[in-house]
């Protein structure tokens, strides 16, 4: 069974940055699919960023050149650095789990809800001047 427990998040000013973090717990992250997903007020959950067994990772067009995404495997870790934050990165940030996984994102490919098996609690980001 595998648990994930996020933390980082936080209130930021437009152009500042935050870094999320989320534990693993029941199984070891470099086999796993892992990503984040968020959603703010009023609006679908929508996914943010992936990352395969092979450290190999995709991000959403919104996100892309700011958020940085990658497996911490000492810490068993799934660590979101994110940068040039905007308002429109408000939200409430999952972190989902898919192990053991052959997803392979070759091709930037980002893996929708249902590929994945376990969900965090989620962790509040709020950008805001």
């Known amino acids: 069974h595998v648990r994930l427990m996020e933390s980082g998040g936080g209130s930021v000013q437009p152009g500042g940055s935050l870094r999320l973090s989320c534990e693993v717990n029941?199984?070891?992250?470099?086999?796993?699919?892992m990503g984040w997903f968020r959603q703010a007020p009023g609006k679908e959950r929508e996914k943010v960023t992936a990352i395969d067994k092979y450290r190999r990772a995709s991000y959403t067009y919104s996100v892309k050149g700011r958020f940085t995404l990658s497996k911490d495997v000492a810490t068993n870790t799934l660590v979101l650095q994110m940068k040039l934050l905007k308002p429109d990165d408000t939200g409430m940030y999952y972190c989902?789990?898919?192990?053991?996984?052959?997803?392979?994102?070759?091709?930037?490919?980002?893996?929708?809800?249902?590929?994945?098996?376990?969900w965090g609690q989620g962790t509040q980001v709020t950008v805001s001047s």
């Open positions: 989902a789990a898919d192990c053991p996984s052959t997803a392979d994102l070759y091709g930037d490919y980002l893996p929708g809800d249902f590929e994945y098996t376990s």
């Open positions: 029941g199984y070891v992250i470099s086999s796993c699919l």
